[in-house]
């Protein structure tokens, strides 16, 4: 089990506080404002999440962005390939189906 002090302040582009009820705020930013999504912090939102579904103590999830909009257009290529192959890429433009 995760608990909040252990992880609250490991993740650079989320500000977590959590009041003594259960109910936990995360604000996604980059450097304080506007949250710019690239590959790097698609990896952190997954440790953060996990960590945060690890902790038995949080009851509620806010989940809020930062500055003017929740998140910023990317810049580049935002995300990089997955780290394992289990969902194959669409190639007709529509959404990608689980491979089997």
């Not at 977590?16 to 949250?35: F, M, P």
């Amino acid at each position: 089990m995760m608990r909040f002090d252990d992880y609250h302040n490991s993740f650079p582009n989320a500000r977590l506080t959590r009041s003594k009820t259960g109910v936990l705020e995360v604000a996604l930013h980059t450097d304080g404002a506007t949250l710019v999504f690239n590959g790097y912090t698609h990896e952190q939102f997954v440790d953060l999440f996990h960590a945060i579904g690890s902790d038995s103590e949080n009851r509620v999830v806010i989940l809020t962005g930062s500055g003017d909009a929740f998140a910023a257009p990317s810049r580049g290529n935002a995300c990089r390939e997955p780290r394992n192959n289990s969902v194959a890429r669409s190639t007709a433009g529509g959404p990608a189906e689980p491979s089997l």
